[in-house]
């Protein structure tokens, strides 16, 4: 029962501060306990060539500049969360005046899902903290790092890479990353 009332919403943040607004949440999830209602927070992101003179680079845009999506079940205490988490400055789909937002149709999410490569996310991994990967998407592909930590929650791990010669933690999704064969 509980299941079916665990929909996605639309949250809005003040322009490029969709990551940090999702840092927070993420650390909010434990410390105000509503890891149970507050499911996957989502930025969406793609990955883009760009080319200037002669030079292409990978950059990673943001398909809606302000807003982040979240999957969760829409209590009183997970709604009051969120919306009074820094960064924030509300929901979409609500009208106001302690109104409730309007859940994002399940179709528009999968395609916006399916678009970042995302959809059906749930991923089983057979690495774990400590373990040597490989990344084998996104910016980093082709790059080997240490697990430093992982978020089941957001299928997203820490892993430690080295960029200009120094260990730096990235965070990189469960469905990029494979077990290193060294």
Request: glycine letters at 8%; hydrophobic letters at 40%; a negative charge.
């Amino acid at each position: 029962m509980e299941e079916a009332k665990k929909e996605w919403y639309v949250v809005n943040t003040y322009a490029g501060h969709e990551n940090r607004v999702k840092d927070n949440l993420e650390k909010r999830l434990e410390t105000m306990g509503i890891s149970d209602n507050l499911f996957r927070i989502v930025v969406a992101e793609e990955t883009q060539i760009e080319v200037k003179n002669e030079k292409s680079k990978e950059v990673v845009r943001n398909i809606f500049p302000g807003y982040l999506f979240v999957e969760m079940i829409m209590t009183d205490e997970a709604w009051y969360v969120v919306r009074n988490t820094p960064g924030v400055t509300g929901f979409i789909g609500s009208s106001g005046g302690g109104a409730k937002p309007f859940p994002v149709a399940k179709e528009e999410m999968e395609a916006i899902l399916k678009r970042i490569g995302q959809a059906g996310l749930k991923v089983d991994v057979n690495f774990k903290v400590g373990d040597r990967v490989q990344i084998v998407s996104g910016p980093f592909s082709g790059m080997e790092g240490v697990v430093d930590s992982m978020n089941d929650q957001t299928q997203v791990a820490t892993v430690l890479i080295i960029l200009f010669g120094r260990e730096t933690p990235t965070d990189i999704a469960y469905i990029d990353l494979k077990l290193s064969e060294f």
